[in-house]
C-alpha cells in the first residue's frame, strides 16, 4: 500500500490561511488523494479529494503536485471549528484500496 | 439522507458478557466498514463488508464477529472482550468499488470492558 507522510502538529491563527502538506512519494496512478477530518468526539469526515488537478470545494482547496509526490490542504481562513487531526490517505480501487487507511495524521490547532 | 447512525453511543460490558453495536446507512452504499480507535491514534481497518459479504478481515480476534444481514445494516457482536478492547468503534459506508466518492462516518460507540 502507498503510504503518506504528514507532520505529527501544526498550529494556527483564526482567520488566517492554512496550509497541511502531506507526502505520497510511491503513490501509484490510480490512487486517489483524499483528506478527512476528525474534530474531538467524532467520527471522521470527508474534506475533498483528487486525482491530478487541483479541487475546491466549500470547505478547502487541494493543491496536487505535478508529479503527485505529494499534495497540500489548503483551508482559506483557519476557524476555531477547523482544530482537528487532518488525514490524507490514498484510496485506490484496483487492489481492494477503496477501503480507508489512516496514517497518524496531523493535529492542527487553532488558536484566536 | 447522508447520515450514518450508530447505536449505542456508548456501552459499558463485562468480560462475559456478550453485545452488538448496530450501524445503519440508507445512502445506497454497498461497501460498509468497522474501525477501532483508540485514544490518540487513527482509526483502525477491522472489516469491510462489499455488497453484504466479507471482503476484508484485518486480522481481527474471533471474540469481534461482524453481520451484515442487509444493505443497510452492519452489526458487530462482542464476546468475551478484554479490558484493552475498550475503544470507540466507527462503522462508515462508501459506494462500492470506487475511490472517487467519500465515505460517510457514523458518529462511533464508545465502548468500555470492565
Known amino acids: 500500500d502507498a503510504k503518506t507522510t504528514q507532520p505529527n502538529s501544526m498550529e494556527s491563527n483564526e482567520e488566517e490561511p492554512v496550509h497541511l502538506p502531506c507526502n505520497h512519494s510511491?503513490?501509484?496512478?490510480?490512487?486517489?488523494i483524499h483528506w478527512y477530518r476528525q474534530l474531538p468526539s467524532q467520527g471522521p469526515e470527508y474534506v475533498i479529494h483528487?486525482?491530478?488537478s487541483n479541487v475546491n470545494n466549500r470547505m478547502a482547496s487541494l493543491a496536487i503536485a505535478e508529479d503527485r509526490k505529494s499534495s497540500t490542504l489548503i483551508l482559506h481562513r483557519a476557524t476555531l471549528r477547523d482544530a482537528a487531526v487532518y488525514y490524507c490517505?490514498?484510496?485506490?480501487?484496483?487492489?481492494?484500496?477503496?477501503?480507508?487507511?489512516f496514517g497518524k495524521g496531523t493535529s492542527l490547532l487553532v488558536t484566536p | 439522507d447522508t447520515e450514518v447512525t450508530q447505536t449505542p453511543k456508548h456501552l459499558v460490558m463485562g468480560m462475559t458478557n456478550k453485545k452488538s453495536l448496530k450501524c445503519e446507512q440508507h445512502?445506497?452504499?454497498?461497501?460498509m466498514y468497522w474501525y477501532k480507535q483508540k485514544a490518540k491514534k487513527p482509526p483502525e481497518l477491522m472489516f469491510v463488508?462489499?455488497?453484504?459479504?466479507?471482503?476484508i478481515n484485518e486480522s481481527v480476534p474471533s471474540r469481534f464477529s461482524p453481520e451484515c444481514p442487509n444493505s443497510s445494516l452492519l452489526n458487530l457482536h462482542l464476546h468475551a472482550l478484554q479490558p484493552e478492547d475498550s475503544a470507540l468503534y466507527l462503522c462508515?459506508?462508501?459506494?462500492?468499488?470506487?475511490?472517487?466518492?467519500?465515505?460517510?462516518f457514523g458518529q462511533g460507540t464508545r465502548l468500555t470492558v470492565v
Open positions: 463488508y462489499s455488497y453484504e459479504k466479507l471482503s
Open positions: 510511491t503513490i501509484s496512478g490510480t490512487d486517489y
Open positions: 462508515a459506508s462508501s459506494q462500492e468499488r470506487t475511490a472517487d466518492t467519500e465515505a460517510f
Open positions: 483528487g486525482l491530478t
Open positions: 490517505i490514498l484510496r485506490d480501487v484496483l487492489n481492494s484500496g477503496y477501503a480507508l487507511n
Open positions: 445512502m445506497g452504499h454497498r461497501a
